[in-house]
C-alpha cells in the first residue's frame, strides 16, 4: 500500500501503525525527510503536483492514503489562504488519474470538517450545504472539491474505483507541527508552556468550541474506514464531544507543571471558526469505532513526547 505524504503528521503516524501490522508500505514525501526510518518501507521523494511523478509511485499498488497536503495554522489561513489551492488541487487530482490508470483497489481521501457549514448543532455527513466559514473558503471548497471528484470516480464511471472520504476532527499528538508558522493550537499552546513562556499568550479569548481527537484514535477509524467502506460515503473520525481552547489550556498546563502560567488572551489574533461540533454517529454504526483516547491522556502523551524529541 502506497502513503503520501510521509514526513507529515498523519503521514508518519500511520506508517508506524502499518508497519506494526505488517503491512508492505511504499511512502512518498517531497522535501522534509520522514521521521521513521525502517528498511522494510520502501520510500521515494516526489512531487505530486506533476501526475508523471503520481503515475511512477502509483505502479503495483493496491491500496491508497492520501495524506499528502499543504497544511497550516490559522495565521496562514487568515493571510495567505491561496497556498492551500493550487499546489493541493494538483496534488489530489492527479493522484486520483494516477490510481485510476494503475487500476488501485481503493484511495483514501483525507477531507476535513472545514467543509461543513458553522452550525450550533454537531454536523453529520449529510449537512453539507457549500457554504463556509468565512475564513475557511478557499481551504474547504479545495477539500470539497477532492470530494466531489472522489464521488465521480466512485459512482459516475462504467469502472469505478472504490474511493473512501475520511472528515476528522481537529486532530493533535506526537510528530505534529510545532514550529510557530504551522503549529495549530495544540502544538502552540504544548510549546509555549514547555518553554514556560512570560506572559502566556493565547490567541483569541479561549473560549472557541472544538473537535480535538488524538492520533492514534484517528489512525484507528482511518484503517477500519478503508477496510469496510466499498460504497462512497463520506465519513466523520471525530471525538463527538467538544471543548473549549480553556479546557485545552488547562490540561495543557497540567500536563508541562506549568499552572501558575501568567495567561494572557489576545483578541487581535487571528482565530477560526468559534465553534464545531461533530457528529459520529454513523462512524459508531458503519465502522463500530469510537475514540478511546481522553483529552487529559492524549495532552499528557503529547506533551511527554515533546518533552522527549525537542528538549
Same mark, same amino acid.
Given at each position: 500500500?502506497? +502513503? @503520501?505524504?510521509?514526513?507529515?503528521?498523519?503521514? @508518519?503516524?500511520?506508517?508506524?501503525?502499518?508497519?506494526?501490522?505488517?503491512?508492505?508500505?511504499?511512502?512518498?514525501?517531497?522535501?522534509?525527510? #520522514?521521521?521513521?526510518?525502517?528498511?522494510?518501507?520502501?520510500? &521515494?521523494?516526489?512531487?505530486?503536483?506533476?501526475?508523471?511523478? $503520481?503515475?511512477?509511485? $502509483?505502479?503495483? !499498488?493496491?491500496? &491508497?492514503?492520501? $495524506?499528502?497536503?499543504?497544511?497550516?495554522?490559522?495565521?496562514? !489561513? %487568515?493571510?495567505? =489562504?491561496?497556498?492551500?489551492?493550487?499546489?493541493? &488541487?494538483?496534488?489530489?487530482?492527479?493522484?486520483?488519474?494516477?490510481?485510476?490508470?494503475?487500476?488501485?483497489?481503493?484511495?483514501?481521501?483525507?477531507?476535513?470538517?472545514?467543509?461543513?457549514?458553522?452550525?450550533?448543532? =454537531?454536523?453529520?455527513?449529510?449537512?453539507? @450545504?457549500?457554504?463556509?466559514?468565512?475564513?475557511?473558503?478557499? +481551504?474547504?471548497?479545495?477539500?470539497?472539491?477532492?470530494?466531489?471528484? $472522489?464521488?465521480?470516480?466512485?459512482?459516475?464511471?462504467?469502472?469505478?474505483?472504490?474511493? +473512501?472520504?475520511?472528515?476528522?476532527?481537529?486532530?493533535?499528538? #506526537?510528530?505534529?507541527?510545532?514550529?510557530?508558522?504551522?503549529?495549530?493550537?495544540?502544538?502552540?499552546?504544548?510549546?509555549?508552556?514547555?518553554?514556560?513562556?512570560?506572559?502566556?499568550?493565547?490567541?483569541?479569548?479561549?473560549?472557541?468550541?472544538?473537535?480535538?481527537?488524538?492520533?492514534?484514535?484517528?489512525?484507528?477509524?482511518?484503517?477500519?474506514?478503508?477496510?469496510? *467502506?466499498?460504497?462512497?460515503?463520506? !465519513?466523520?473520525? %471525530?471525538?463527538?464531544?467538544?471543548? @473549549?481552547?480553556?479546557? +485545552?489550556?488547562?490540561?495543557?498546563? &497540567?500536563?508541562?507543571?506549568?499552572?501558575?502560567?501568567?495567561?494572557?488572551?489576545?483578541?487581535?489574533?487571528?482565530?477560526?471558526?468559534?465553534?464545531?461540533?461533530?457528529?459520529?454517529? *454513523?462512524?459508531?454504526? *458503519?465502522?463500530?469505532?469510537?475514540?478511546?483516547?481522553?483529552?487529559?491522556?492524549? !495532552?499528557?502523551?503529547?506533551?511527554?513526547?515533546?518533552?522527549?524529541?525537542?528538549?
Amino acid at each position: 500500500m502506497l +502513503v @503520501t505524504g510521509a514526513a507529515g503528521f498523519v503521514g @508518519t503516524n500511520l506508517i508506524k501503525r502499518l508497519l506494526l501490522l505488517g503491512a508492505d508500505v511504499t511512502a512518498t514525501f517531497y522535501e522534509k525527510r #520522514p521521521f521513521i526510518k525502517d528498511d522494510d518501507i520502501r520510500y &521515494i521523494q516526489s512531487d505530486l503536483r506533476f501526475s508523471e511523478n $503520481c503515475m511512477e509511485v $502509483c505502479e503495483n !499498488i493496491d491500496y &491508497i492514503f492520501m $495524506c499528502a497536503a499543504n497544511t497550516s495554522g490559522a495565521k496562514v !489561513i %487568515a493571510t495567505t =489562504p491561496l497556498v492551500h489551492l493550487t499546489p493541493n &488541487i494538483l496534488m489530489n487530482m492527479n493522484m486520483l488519474e494516477a490510481a485510476y490508470e494503475a487500476e488501485v483497489e481503493k484511495f483514501l481521501f483525507m477531507s476535513s470538517n472545514t467543509v461543513y457549514p458553522f452550525t450550533d448543532f =454537531p454536523v453529520k455527513e449529510d449537512d453539507i @450545504t457549500n457554504k463556509f466559514y468565512k475564513s475557511y473558503h478557499i +481551504v474547504a471548497w479545495m477539500k470539497r472539491f477532492t470530494e466531489i471528484v $472522489c464521488d465521480m470516480y466512485a459512482s459516475s464511471i462504467k469502472m469505478p474505483m472504490k474511493t +473512501v472520504v475520511v472528515r476528522p476532527g481537529n486532530l493533535y499528538g #506526537p510528530f505534529d507541527k510545532f514550529d510557530w508558522e504551522k503549529s495549530k493550537v495544540i502544538p502552540a499552546l504544548i510549546r509555549r508552556a514547555v518553554e514556560k513562556h512570560d506572559p502566556f499568550v493565547v490567541w483569541g479569548d479561549g473560549m472557541d468550541l472544538k473537535d480535538f481527537l488524538y492520533i492514534d484514535d484517528y489512525i484507528d477509524g482511518m484503517l477500519l474506514a478503508m477496510e469496510k *467502506l466499498d460504497d462512497f460515503q463520506p !465519513i466523520n473520525i %471525530a471525538n463527538g464531544l467538544a471543548v @473549549t481552547i480553556r479546557d +485545552v489550556l488547562k490540561e495543557i498546563l &497540567i500536563a508541562a507543571d506549568y499552572q501558575n502560567a501568567p495567561v494572557e488572551y489576545d483578541a487581535s489574533k487571528p482565530t477560526m471558526i468559534p465553534k464545531r461540533m461533530i457528529d459520529i454517529s *454513523l462512524a459508531n454504526e *458503519l465502522l463500530s469505532w469510537s475514540p478511546k483516547v481522553s483529552l487529559k491522556e492524549g !495532552i499528557q502523551r503529547t506533551v511527554d513526547w515533546y518533552k522527549e524529541i525537542y528538549s
